[in-house]
Nanobody, 127 residues
Framework: QVQLVETGGGLVEAGGSLRLSCAAS????????MGWFRQAPGKEREFVAV????????KCADSVKERFTISRGNAANTVFLQMNSLKPEDTAVYYC????????????????????WGPGTQVTVSS
């Protein structure tokens, strides 16, 4: 059974940076499309970024473009989210998600399409 585990959350001042990591274990090495979503208190879970199973296509939410970068690691089904110029409104629990897409180039961002989820990691940005 595939499990996802996120690491790298924490408390940072506005303007600072954090790097989140997510690793999949317990499954095959077949490549998954992997994404990051976040949920702030009292708000719905929202899409942040996704990288295709092929690793050559990414998509980011407008709210984080130019500040966040998603990338794949060398190990199978690992993904990073580099977050720069953090703002207080980025405060949320960040979740890693994965899916086996129909096409390796897919960057679908709908949360309902992702069957695999990590437990989440808290990111808090102080003003």
């Amino acid at each position: 059974q595939v499990q996802l585990v996120e690491t790298g959350g924490g408390l940072v001042e506005a303007g600072g940076s954090l790097r989140l990591s997510c690793a999949a274990s317990g499954g095959t090495d077949s490549p998954y499309a992997m994404g990051w979503f976040r949920q702030a208190p009292g708000k719905e879970r929202e899409f942040v970024a996704v990288i295709s199973a092929s690793g050559d296509r990414t998509k980011c939410a407008d709210s984080v473009k130019e500040r966040f970068t998603i990338s794949r690691g060398n190990a199978a089904n690992t993904v990073f989210l580099q977050m720069n110029s953090l703002k207080p409104e980025d405060t949320a629990v960040y979740y890693c998600a994965a899916r086996q897409p129909n096409t390796r180039s897919s960057t679908f961002s709908g949360a309902s399409a992702y069957p695999l989820w990590g437990p989440g990691t808290q990111v808090t940005v102080s003003s």
